[in-house]
């Protein structure tokens, strides 16, 4: 079955301490992207990407980083400079034939960061 | 400004029962697209229905249906015959062909189903 695995679901987090978010698809779809929920929330774009070895910021992009080495992988790195980043991440991945404003968002099932 | 506006932050409907979620957006791109996802407790989102700009009729999928008003700038979710299972946060949003993919998600709506 074709999808999205985002790994770990739960990570804890000490303060100074970078992590990175594992997202993996296997749908063949060109752009990636991560998303951001705080409780009761809506999802807030964090870093996209259209095509391997591109991608842009998004809304809130200071204090994470990525890359999209293979088109399979997008990780996401939460930095020590992310002041806050006790969250909900979702990853989610598109295909691109349709032009920009079509074609669904695929999501994982998210990954919940924990600082303590 | 808010590009994707939802004003009701929670919903409560009887099972069987029909119900509206609201949405209003705003775009100076003649063309976009709208979708509805929905959010169980789980966390995962699920993607329900997709109405483009130009398309002339409302979408449809089996019991949730969009109503498309173009010039109000607003795209409702309809879903009939409520079930238990319906239960969940439901997420506008919008995506741009201006803005190179990115989508934009409104605050979400928490639709409580009740027997």
């Known amino acids: 079955d074709g999808g999205i695995t985002q790994s770990p679901k739960y990570l804890f987090r000490k303060e100074g301490q970078n992590v990175t978010l594992s997202c993996e698809q296997n749908l063949n779809h060109d752009a990636m992207y991560w998303y951001r929920q705080d409780p009761g929330q809506g999802l807030r774009l964090i870093y996209y990407?259209?095509?391997?070895?591109?991608?842009q910021k998004g809304d809130i992009a200071e204090g994470y980083s990525v890359s999209r080495e293979k088109k399979e992988s997008f990780p996401l790195t939460v930095t020590s400079a992310q002041k806050n980043p006790t969250a909900f991440y979702l990853c989610a991945s598109r295909r691109t034939s349709g032009g920009y404003n079509t074609g669904e968002l695929f999501f994982g099932e998210g990954s919940r960061l924990t600082v303590l | 400004a808010q590009k994707i506006t939802q004003t009701q932050p929670g919903m409560f409907v009887q099972e069987k029962e029909a119900v509206t979620l609201d949405c209003t957006y705003d775009t100076s791109d003649p063309s976009y697209g709208l979708f509805w996802y929905k959010q169980p407790s789980s966390g995962e989102m699920i993607f329900l229905i997709y109405q483009g700009s130009y398309d002339q009729q409302n979408a449809t999928e089996g019991r949730y249906s969009l109503n498309f008003q173009k010039a109000r700038k607003s795209a409702n979710l309809v879903i009939s015959a409520s079930q238990l299972g319906d239960s969940a946060m439901y997420f506008c949003?919008?995506?741009?062909?201006?803005?190179?993919?990115?989508?934009?998600f409104g605050d979400g709506t928490t639709l409580t189903v009740k027997p």
């Open positions: 949003a919008m995506r741009e062909a201006l803005n190179a993919g990115k989508s934009t």
């Open positions: 990407s259209q095509i391997v070895n591109d991608f």
